[in-house]
């Protein structure tokens, strides 16, 4: 505490030396000059210290000491100091009292009731309070020795809080707005500015005054901290643990050589030197292993802290080959640093805790598990200090492991999930069936924007979707006996560990990853010993657990997958999928064990992980988690791989040199698809409307791929508070509106075209005129709908075809055939589609007008004759409840003739049928039955085109978008009572197939004509492979 050394204590006592002497002043000043209770004004200061009154408004002329509100005589003043930051300030009251209702001192008519008075005594009242140091600098040739300064102490009376640890039976908000008005009016007395020590010698060293390291006396105060920056130093401590944990076991796994090493990345947890002082001549060669402990902080205040670093064990090697014995081992040290605390704001919303590490400096409280006397122990801790002071603080610094919190209020708020969720239905989130005016508007804006990009199938795939899966699934396991639905709800591995299980929940990346969260709701387990199975050790129960894991999102072969999942294989034939003798490509989230060998696939992933009620911040909590980790990953993945529940979807695509169906894939692709890039990092905090889904691209008629990738345009799925959207399917307007539905149509315009035909020779003048369709005249020749542009009420298109022809007849003057004949044969029909879907039903609107003009204008009669035809109806595609599309006709097929005549009577008898004519050439009824088979087919029951497990789909909500493409959503699919079996998957299509479902023979039948019985491989020879989406879990 001398020159040279910490004068913290000096400045304390050269304080409070100063305060008791203007205590002291301030008694002499009342004894002389005390008039009641109203000092005079050139004096009242000179009091402050000693004694004080307040009184209301109207009390200013009390003549009782009773009557003021506030009455208090001091003892002598005393400072204390917490750190370099703040102090204490310590006012006893050694008589006095204070008045119950201060929140009326203020009123104009107030006057202090002496029975609200609570009588002091003894009480010593302790204010916690900044400070700071002031210097004014001078230079004086009466002082001399150069330039001095004068060094100040200015306490903050305004942030002065109340600590006393007394209890204060009745009135503490009372005593405490008294002590505030106390201390005010000590500041305008000008009592909180104090001389520190004075310097004023020539030997140039400034005097070092370091309050956080003298050792403190504070007495009845509350001087610990719980907070700094508000926030709690537990909360500070587990992030610490946390970051602790997670470099101990990147350790592990880079002393197994899984990963590369990294010395920033594990410094945390421990360090390997590669340079060690000299300690002694003994040392000169030696190296060293620190094994650290999870570090600590104290609170002194706002602005600094202890940092408390533990060394569980500190190994000396006399080389650098660290797999021999150590040369000497010494553990259980602690030592102790005062750093700084930076408050650092980045931007708006983003706030960072960081320690300055440049500021921190050793304290007295370092422990070592030693002897003092064991004199190369002492050298050892006297360079390892150094070694900590000089290169592991700044070490730690560039690896920003001295950033203990971050917060980022820009962020959403992480969604919660529940550990257990209800086995009832309420549970379940439900699945919207119709468009209500919420999901309308959300749709609104996709239809305005989506597109396809020459692809000509896209299906997107909500996360929500594969979560509730793995939900149902979960539910089911609560009751079912049988192994590869019971391990998702509990799980063990020999006498090693047992759990039960929440539900799997995952996160699309846009590296074309997936994190996937195991919940371990409870359970046991044994930890491991170097790695390997320990019978020995202890059982170690946990609960409500989330381990993380980052796994491939892979589209791979059906036969990989058969080879790998050998009891999903089983299930796989026996399903609807399987026994339509097909196999199909599927994408698939696999997480792979390599056992020993090769490090596995699934990246576990520490910092989205969570482990409720475990200690993070020693070794046992790292020998449980690594254990956690090992039999999850090595272990229960490879048992989930086994029983195919890594599949996610399968889709049918078709081989070359196959007939398939209308919507039959050819060729696909797959990308994880969002408007922001989502990785490990950012993937907790993005909300469900913009959170990645999974795309699936596909190309029909063995056309190739536009591209690799399907550019962004707009969210695919509606995901609304009130339920979920398993996905959308979108279908481009070539392949549907254009190659199917205007294609089936255009016959129709054929079959109703009328054209007139005319005989090759006349008979006596008389015009030979007779009337066909264009279907039986131009076979060849198609009728082509064209769109009507500009159309505000929905989507039109229109045929209209006019044949005119007219015949000049000039025989002899007499001839009463002399005259011009003129035909006019007119078809226009109408498909319009409305801008939006009401309640999952799109109406379908066809309508057709056919009319035959014939007349005659000769130099003795005019006549003409007009016959029209007209037909309307509405093929309506409705959302039936779980089971598939429906479709339905209304209005009327059948034509409605009408006839009207000029001169009927001068009309020449052979066209005075020509009504008769017109109804011989036109259908009876208009045929829709192609158009109703084909959507049946291609959109009825279940949706043939991608499977969630071995589940189905079925479509719901249709529409068309601005591009004309045609959208459906996606849901599961439940057969009906009502409803047949579905058709084969990807049956090819008949034009004399009927437009009801076929029986289960007669679909066996035809499944047996395309392809053949897979062996128990799950191989077949079919035209048609399985893709299948899957995580690679093992």
């Keep these: 505490m001398c020159l040279g050394q910490n004068s913290a204590h000096h400045a304390v006592q050269y304080l409070n030396a100063q305060l008791s002497v203007l205590w002291e002043n301030a008694l002499e000043c009342i004894a002389h000059n005390s008039h009641g209770l109203k000092p005079l004004e050139r004096v009242r200061y000179d009091f402050a210290l000693a004694e004080y009154h307040f009184g209301a408004q109207q009390s200013s002329d009390v003549a009782q000491q009773d009557d003021v509100m506030f009455r208090a005589v001091f003892d002598k003043p005393r400072l204390e100091f917490v750190c ?38 003894d009480l010593e009242l302790a204010f916690r309070m900044d400070f700071s140091v002031s210097g004014i600098r001078g230079h004086s040739t009466k002082i001399g020795n150069g330039v001095h300064v004068i060094q100040l102490m200015v306490l903050d009376f305004s942030t002065a809080n109340l600590v006393s640890k007394v209890d204060i039976a009745e009135g503490r908000d009372s005593l405490k707005y008294y002590s505030t008005k106390y201390l005010e009016f000590l500041h305008q007395a000008g009592h909180h500015v104090l001389f520190s020590l004075p310097d004023f010698d020539d030997n140039r060293l400034a005097l070092k005054i370091d309050y956080s390291l003298d050792s403190h006396n504070v007495r009845n105060a509350e001087s610990e901290v719980s ?20 470099a101990a076991i990147l350790a592990e796994d880079m002393e197994r050589g899984l990963i590369e090493m990294d010395h920033k990345a594990i ?7 590669i340079w060690v002082e000299k300690a002694g001549e003994s040392a000169s060669d030696v190296q060293f292993h620190i094994k650290c402990g999870a570090p600590k902080v104290k609170a002194l205040c706002n602005k600094e802290v202890f940092l408390c670093f533990k060394i569980d064990e500190f190994l000396l090697y006399d080389g650098e080959d660290f797999t021999v014995p150590a040369k000497h081992t010494y553990s259980d040290w602690e030592i102790v640093f005062v750093v700084d605390i930076v408050h650092q704001k980045e931007e708006e919303g983003v706030v960072n805790l960081k320690l300055d590490m440049t500021s921190a400096y050793q304290c007295n409280l370092t422990q070592c598990g030693f002897e003092l006397s064991e004199e190369a122990g002492v050298n050892y801790k006297t360079h390892l200090l150094k070694f900590i002071q000089d290169h592991y603080l700044t070490l730690l610094e560039s690896s920003s492991f001295n950033v203990f919190y971050h917060i980022d209020t820009r962020l959403p708020a992480l969604p919660v999930t529940p550990s257990r969720p209800s086995t009832g239905s309420s549970d379940t989130e439900s699945i919207n ?7 309308r508007s959300a749709w609104k804006g996709i239809i305005e924007r989506s597109d396809m990009h020459g692809f000509d199938f896209v299906q997107a795939i909500s996360p929500a979707s594969i979560t509730e899966h793995f939900k149902t699934l979960w539910k089911n396991a609560h009751t079912s006996t049988d192994d590869h639905i019971k391990c998702l709800r509990e799980w063990s591995y020999d006498e090693y560990f047992k759990a039960t299980f929440g539900v799997l929940s995952l996160r699309l990346l846009s590296n074309g990853k997936a994190v996937v969260w195991v919940q371990l709701e409870e359970g046991h387990l044994k930890t491991l010993r170097n790695w390997l199975l320990w019978s020995e050790a202890k059982e170690r129960h946990f609960k409500n657990w989330r381990l993380a894991f980052e796994v491939d999102l892979k589209m791979v072969d059906h036969d990989e997958v058969a080879s790998s999942s050998e009891s999903w294989l089983m299930r796989f034939l026996d399903s609807l999928l399987g026994k339509k003798h097909y196999v199909v490509p599927t994408f698939i989230c696999e997480q792979t064990t390599h056992a020993k060998v090769t490090p596995p696939d699934a990246e576990f992933l ?30 229960y993945f490879h048992h989930l791989t086994y029983h195919g529940h890594h599949i996610l979807h399968s889709i049918p695509v078709w081989k070359a040199d196959s007939r398939p169906p209308a919507m039959g894939l050819t060729d696909v692709t797959y990308q994880v698809y969002s408007k922001h890039i989502q990785n490990r990092y950012n993937c907790r905090h993005t909300s469900k409307s913009s959170e990645a889904i999974i795309v699936v691209l596909g190309m029909i008629n063995f056309q190739p791929l536009p591209s690799e990738r399907l550019a962004y345009s707009t969210e695919w799925i509606v995901k609304n508070r009130g339920g979920f959207s398993p996905g959308t399917v979108c279908l481009s307007k070539k392949i549907f509106l254009e190659d199917r539905l205007l294609a089936i149509l255009s016959k129709v315009n054929a079959e109703t075209t009328i054209v007139p035909v005319f005989p090759d020779a006349e008979e ?16 060849n020749r198609v009728c082509k709908w064209e769109q009507v542009k500009d159309c505000e009420s929905g989507m039109d298109f229109k045929w209209d075809h006019t044949d005119k022809w007219s015949h000049e007849h000039q025989g002899s003057v007499d001839d009463k055939n002399n005259g011009t004949y003129t035909v006019a044969c007119q078809t226009k029909n109408v498909l319009h589609f409305p ?35 007209v037909w309307a109806a509405t093929l309506s595609m409705s959302s039936s409840h779980s089971s598939g599309m429906t479709f339905s006709v209304t209005g009327d097929l059948h034509p409605k003739y009408e006839t009207t005549h000029v001169h009927q009577e001068s009309i020449h008898p052979k066209y005075k049928g020509l009504r008769s004519m017109l109804e011989a050439q036109l259908p009876h009824q208009v045929d829709l039955r192609e158009l109703s088979t084909e959507l049946r087919q291609s959109f009825g029951g279940v949706w043939e085109h991608c499977f969630p497990g071995l589940q189905a789909y079925s479509l719901c909500n249709p529409v068309f978008n601005h591009n004309s493409d045609l959208r459906f959503e996606l849901r599961p699919y439940t057969p009906s009572s009502a409803t047949l079996s579905p058709p084969p998957i990807g049956r090819p299509r008949s034009s004399t197939r009927s437009v009801s479902r076929s029986s289960d023979a007669s679909i066996a039948s035809d499944a047996s004509a395309t392809s053949s019985t897979p062996s128990k491989s799950g191989k077949s020879k079919t035209c048609m492979s399985f893709t299948s989406f899957s995580l690679r879990l093992g």
């Design 84 to 121: 370099n930051h703040e102090a204490i300030l310590y006012l006893k009251i050694k008589e006095g009292h204070f008045n119950r209702e201060f929140t009326k001192s203020e009123e104009p008519a107030f006057w202090p009731s002496r029975d609200q008075n609570v009588e002091v005594k």
């Design 227 to 246: 907070e700094v920056w508000g926030i709690s130093i537990a909360e500070i401590n587990e992030s610490l643990a946390s970051k602790w944990l997670k």
């Design 267 to 273: 410094c945390l947890a421990e360090y390997r030197s």
């Design 433 to 439: 069936t119709h468009v209500d005016d919420k999901r």
């Design 606 to 635: 520490y910092d989205l992980s969570s482990f409720e009620g475990l200690m993070l911040g020693g070794r046992s909590a790292l020998g449980r988690v690594k254990s956690a980790v090992h039999y999850i990953r090595e272990h």
């Design 764 to 779: 006596d003048g008389e015009w030979q005129m007779e009337l066909t369709t264009w279907g039986k005249r131009r076979k």
């Design 835 to 869: 801008p939006t879907s009401k309640h999952g039903l799109l109406d379908i609107a066809v309508s057709g007008e056919v009319s035959v003009i014939l007349a005659f204008k000769g130099t003795t009669k005019t006549w003409s004759t007009k016959t029209s035809g």
